[in-house]
C-alpha cells in the first residue's frame, strides 16, 4: 500500500496520467471509425440496449455487429399493446428494413444529430419495416424489465423514471432546462448515499460480508441505471475511496483519477452533457470548504462553474437558478427522493407523492415564467471559455473578488461580439418543406424574420399522440439565441399558410418582437391567432431603418398564395426579391427590377417562376426553400430547367441546408451541408 500511495501521489505520475489521456483523446478524436454493415443490408437482429414508446413511434437501439437506432411505425393500438408487453432490456430481436444516415443540423449551432449517434458509435438508423422478438433475456434482464415496466404503469411514471432510475426520456426537459435545475434529475451520488444508508441502517455492524453487500447493491443499482457517465462516476469515485484510508487522496485527485478512468474506457464520454456539469461542477465544489451558512455561496460557484457548459450547448442561462436550486435541492434531497422510494414500496403513500409532484410541477411553472433572469450568451470560440474558466479557478483558489468582476465583465464582452459585425447577413434556414428568411443588418441594428416555417398536423388518437418532441420552432429561438438575438424588430408573415407562418407562436412566446406584419387577405387560422394574441404589434405597413423594402403585393387577389406579401429588399447593394408563394399570374402583373438573389416563388412549384419572369429578374442566385422528399415534387423539372437554361445559379435548401448569405465587402454565400 505503501508503494502505492507513493505512485499515486507523485506529479511525475500525474504527468503521465495526463498525457496519456491526451493521446487517448487524440488518437479517438482523429479516427475515422466507420461502420461494418453495408448500406444495401435489410435484415438486422440484436438485442435491444434502449427502448423508448412515443406515441405510435417506436425507437430503439440494438447491438449485435454494432450499434444501430431502429424506427418503426407502430400500425395499430393492439400492436402496442403487444410490444410494450414484450419488449424489454436486452430482448433479441429481428429487423427488417433500410438503412439511412443519420442527418446532421441543417440550421447553424443546432443539434447535430448525426455526432451524437457518432460519439456513442452509432453510424446508422434503420426505418424498420417489419419487427419480430426473437427470444426473452436472461433473468437479470427480465428481472429490470418488470422493475421498469411497472414503473412505467404508474401515475406520474415520468418522475418515477427519472428519480430511481435516471431516465428522463418522458420529462418535459425544457422547463427544467430553462430553470437550471435539470441537473436534479439525473442519478447521482445523493441517490446512491440515500440507498446505502438505509441498507447500513439494517446492518448491525460492519464486516466485509456487510461491505460486500453492498458493493453488489450499488452495481445492482447501476446496471438499473445504465451505467450512465455520471453514474459510473458515482460507482468509481466509491471504489477509489475504499482504499483511500491508505492512499490518503485529495478530493482533487480522487476525482481526476476517476476522470481518467472513464475517459480511457471511452473517450467520448467528455462529449457528454451529464458528465460535463458532473465532473465540471465536482471539481469546483472541492475547492470549497462547505459550511452550514455557505449554501448560497455553493450554489453560486456550481452556476459559475456549470455556465459554460448551458452557454456552449444552449445559448442561454439563468441567474435565477442560484436561488432555485437552494430551494430545491433539499426539497427534492429530503423529501421528493426519499417519498419517491418510499411509494415505490408502500401503495397507500402514492396519493401523497402524487400530491407533491404536483405542487413540485406548479412551482416549476411558476419559476419558468421569471424570464428577467435568463441571459442569451452567444456562440463564441472555445478560446473564450478558456479564458473564463482560468479566471474562475484563480477566484477559488485566491477568493479575490476582482477575479469574479473581470468574469462578470468577461460575459459581457461575449454577450457584445455579435453586434460588432459589421457584414449585412441573410439566412434562407432550412424548415423543410416551407419557407423562413432572416435578415441581420450590420451590428445586428435590425432583425427581420420573412416567415417561420411550420408543418401540417393530422389528427390523431390518443395512442398515437406524440408527446415531448422536439419542434423546428424550439430549434429556431435555439439558432437565434446562438446570435445573441433577444429581439426581432420586424416579423413578416407573407400570408397565413402554415409552411409560411405555422411556427409563429411560438417564435413569439419565446423571443421579443416588436412589429408584426400580415398580408392583406382574409385572415387564416395561423392570422385569427396572432391578431388576437398581439393585437398591438399588427402593423398595416413594413418600417425599416436599415433596409430598403419595396412591396409589390397585389391585395385585390383573393387566393392566399397570389396574396402574398412580395417584397424586394436591399442592404449594402446587394437586392433580395422574396417571392413567397405567388403565382406567374401575379409575376405577369408585376413590375419587378433586376434582383441580385432571388428567392424561388412556391418552393420552385412549377405554377411559379416561369421563364420571362426569371429572365426580367435575372438574378445572379436563386434560393429554393424546399423539403427533403416532399410529397408535391418540388423543385419541378420546368423551373430548374429554366434555371439551367438562364444560366442562374440555384441552392436548394434540402440539398444544401441552410444557406447564407454575407455582404461586406463584397458578398458571399455559404451553406451549412
Not at 438485442?47 to 423508448?52: A, D, G, N, V
Not at 421569471?370 to 470560440?381: A, L, M
Not at 423543410?432 to 408543418?455: N, W
Not at 418582437?513 to 398595416?540: A, G, H, S, W
Amino acid at each position: 500500500m505503501k508503494n502505492w500511495q507513493v505512485i499515486l501521489q507523485s506529479n511525475l505520475f500525474l504527468v503521465l496520467i495526463i498525457c496519456l489521456l491526451i493521446l487517448r483523446l487524440g488518437l479517438a478524436f482523429n479516427s475515422n471509425n466507420k461502420s461494418i454493415y453495408q448500406n444495401n443490408e435489410t435484415n438486422f437482429e440484436g438485442e435491444i440496449l434502449s427502448y423508448k414508446f412515443n406515441g405510435d413511434n417506436l425507437t430503439l437501439t440494438i447491438k449485435k455487429k454494432e450499434k444501430l437506432v431502429v424506427y418503426y411505425k407502430i400500425k395499430s393500438e393492439k400492436e402496442k399493446e403487444e410490444l410494450e408487453e414484450k419488449i424489454g432490456y436486452k430482448t433479441y430481436i429481428k429487423i427488417m428494413g433500410n438503412l439511412k444516415l443519420p442527418k446532421e443540423n441543417t440550421i447553424p449551432n443546432t443539434f447535430n444529430y448525426k455526432k451524437y449517434l457518432y460519439y456513442q458509435h452509432i453510424y446508422y438508423t434503420c426505418e424498420a419495416n417489419n419487427i419480430e422478438i426473437k427470444k426473452n433475456p436472461s433473468f437479470l434482464y427480465q428481472l429490470k424489465n418488470k422493475m421498469v415496466k411497472k414503473l412505467k404503469k404508474m401515475n406520474k411514471k415520468e418522475y418515477f423514471l427519472a428519480f430511481l432510475i435516471g431516465d428522463t426520456s418522458y420529462l418535459d426537459t425544457e422547463i427544467l432546462r430553462k430553470n437550471g435545475i435539470s441537473h436534479l434529475f439525473a442519478v447521482s451520488g445523493m441517490h446512491f448515499s440515500f440507498l446505502v444508508v438505509i441498507l447500513k441502517k439494517c446492518f448491525k455492524k460492519n464486516n466485509w460480508i456487510h461491505q460486500s453487500i453492498l458493493i453488489l447493491f450499488q452495481l445492482f443499482y447501476a446496471f438499473l441505471c445504465n451505467f450512465t457517465p455520471s453514474v459510473l462516476r458515482v460507482l468509481i469515485l466509491y471504489f477509489i475511496k475504499l482504499p483511500n484510508t491508505y492512499w490518503k487522496l485529495s478530493n482533487k485527485k480522487m476525482l481526476f483519477f476517476c476522470f481518467s478512468i472513464l475517459l480511457m474506457y471511452n473517450p467520448f464520454f467528455i462529449m457528454n452533457i451529464g458528465f460535463q456539469y458532473s465532473f465540471m461542477i465536482s471539481f469546483c465544489l472541492s475547492f470549497l470548504t462547505i459550511e452550514k451558512n455557505k449554501i448560497l455561496k455553493t450554489s453560486f460557484i456550481a452556476f459559475l462553474c456549470s455556465l459554460p457548459i448551458s452557454a456552449i450547448h444552449f445559448f442561454e442561462i439563468n441567474i435565477l437558478s442560484i436561488f432555485f436550486n437552494i430551494l430545491l435541492i433539499p426539497a427534492v434531497t429530503f423529501i421528493i427522493y426519499p417519498i419517491t422510494f418510499l411509494s415505490l414500496i408502500f401503495p397507500l403513500v402514492r396519493p401523497i407523492y402524487e400530491s407533491i409532484i404536483t405542487i413540485f410541477e406548479q412551482i416549476n411553472n411558476c419559476f419558468v415564467l421569471f424570464s428577467f433572469g435568463r441571459i442569451i450568451i452567444p456562440k463564441v470560440s472555445l478560446i473564450f471559455w478558456i479564458i473564463y474558466y482560468g479566471l474562475l479557478f484563480l477566484f477559488l483558489q485566491k477568493e479575490r473578488k476582482r477575479y469574479l468582476l473581470f468574469l462578470i465583465v468577461f460575459i459581457f464582452i461575449m454577450k457584445l461580439i455579435p453586434k460588432i459585425d459589421s457584414a449585412s447577413t441573410v439566412y434562407f434556414l432550412d424548415v423543410g418543406q416551407g419557407d423562413a428568411t432572416l435578415f441581420i443588418s450590420p451590428y445586428q441594428k435590425e432583425i427581420m424574420l420573412i416567415d417561420t416555417g411550420g408543418i401540417h398536423t393530422f389528427q390523431k388518437e390518443d395512442w398515437q399522440k406524440k408527446k415531448n418532441t422536439s419542434t423546428k420552432s424550439t430549434e429556431l429561438v435555439t439558432f437565434f439565441h446562438s446570435l445573441g438575438l433577444t429581439k426581432i424588430h420586424n416579423l413578416i408573415i407573407s400570408h397565413g399558410d402554415i409552411d409560411h407562418g405555422g411556427n409563429a407562436k411560438d417564435i413569439l412566446a419565446s423571443i421579443k418582437v416588436d412589429n408584426i406584419c400580415l398580408n392583406q387577405n382574409e385572415d387564416t387560422f395561423i392570422e385569427k391567432e396572432i391578431r388576437k394574441m398581439y393585437p398591438e404589434k399588427i402593423k398595416e405597413n413594413i418600417e425599416s431603418r436599415e433596409y430598403q423594402i419595396k412591396n409589390y403585393s397585389q391585395k385585390e387577389e383573393k387566393d392566399e398564395n397570389d396574396a402574398s406579401l412580395i417584397l424586394r429588399i436591399k442592404t449594402k447593394g446587394v437586392s433580395f426579391l422574396m417571392m413567397a408563394d405567388a403565382s406567374k399570374k401575379v409575376e405577369e402583373k408585376i413590375n419587378v427590377e433586376k434582383s441580385d438573389i432571388l428567392k424561388i416563388g412556391h418552393h420552385g412549384s412549377n405554377t411559379s417562376s416561369s421563364y420571362s419572369f426569371l429572365k426580367k429578374v435575372n438574378p445572379k442566385y436563386a434560393i429554393i426553400s424546399v423539403g427533403e422528399n416532399n410529397k408535391y415534387n418540388h423543385p419541378s423539372k420546368e423551373t430548374i430547367n429554366s434555371l439551367n437554361n438562364l444560366n442562374i445559379h440555384y441552392f436548394e435548401t434540402r440539398k444544401s441546408g441552410t444557406i447564407i448569405v454575407k455582404i461586406k465587402k463584397e458578398l458571399q454565400i455559404l451553406t451549412v451541408l
